[in-house]
T-cell receptor, first 114, second 118 residues
Framework: DGGITQSPKYLFRKEGQNVTLSCEQN?????MYWYRQDPGQGLRLIYY???????QKGDIAEGYSVSREKKESFPLTVTSAQKNPTAFYLC?????????????FGPGTRLTVL | AQKITQTQPGMFVQEKEAVTLDCTYD???????LFWYKQPSSGEMIFLIY??????QNATEGRYSLNFQKARKSANLVISASQLGDSAMYFC???????????????FGSGTRLLVRP
């Protein structure tokens, strides 16, 4: 079955530590995205990538970094510079880059800073 | 300014009845896509239905239909014959150009929590 996987499902981090969230897709989609969701709110775009070895900042990129070395993988690192990292993180992908392309989501990673 | 507005933080509906979830949007671009997603308590975002800005007819997918009124910039989701499993958060989203490159990004509303009563 094609889909998007994220790991881990739950992640706990001590203050001052960097952590990396995994996102893998086998849909052969070109574009991938990372979103952050805070309780009771909608999703906000952190980073996106249209092709391998290229990525762009979204609306709330500060304190985050990404890489896109393979088409299937788009890991997100939450650095110690992110002031309030506790949130639900969702990865998504689209086949193309048109306005009609549907974004499909992974199951998410819930990050808690202790 | 809010690009996507969902004015109903929470709604109740009786099982087997229909319910309408409101969504208004704001854009000056002629090309855009409107999407509805369902988010159950597990957290995963499930795609429900899509409506393109150039589509002449309202989109339908099973029990879901989209009441698209372009002049009023509204894209309300209608769920017919509600089921207990429909209880979830529902998000309206719009795909519009990023202004930085040739790509589009998805902008989300704040969501509506729907509770279906037995």
């Amino acid at each position: 079955d094609g889909g998007i996987t994220q790991s881990p499902k739950y992640l706990f981090r001590k203050e001052g530590q960097n952590v990396t969230l995994s996102c893998e897709q086998n849909l052969n989609h070109d574009a991938m995205y990372w979103y952050r969701q805070d309780p009771g709110q909608g999703l906000r775009l952190i980073y996106y990538s249209q092709i391998v070895n290229d990525f762009q900042k979204g609306d709330i990129a500060e304190g985050y970094s990404v890489s896109r070395e393979k088409k299937e993988s788009f890991p997100l690192t939450v650095t110690s510079a992110q002031k309030n990292p506790t949130a639900f993180y969702l990865c998504a992908s689209t086949l193309g880059q048109g306005f009609s392309d549907t974004q499909y989501f992974g199951p998410g990673t819930r990050l808690t800073v202790l | 300014a809010q690009k996507i507005t969902q004015t109903q933080p929470g709604m109740f509906v009786q099982e087997k009845e229909a319910v309408t979830l409101d969504c208004t949007y704001d854009t000056s671009d002629p090309s855009y896509g409107l999407f509805w997603y369902k988010q159950p308590s597990s957290g995963e975002m499930i795609f429900l239905i899509y409506q393109g800005s150039y589509d002449q007819q309202n989109a339908t997918e099973g029990r879901y239909s989209l009441n698209f009124q372009k002049a009023r910039k509204s894209a309300n989701l209608v769920i017919s014959a509600s089921q207990l499993g429909d209880s979830a958060m529902y998000f309206c989203a719009m795909r519009e150009p990023t202004r930085m490159d040739s790509s589009y990004k998805l902008i989300f509303g704040s969501g509506t929590r729907l509770l279906v009563r037995p």
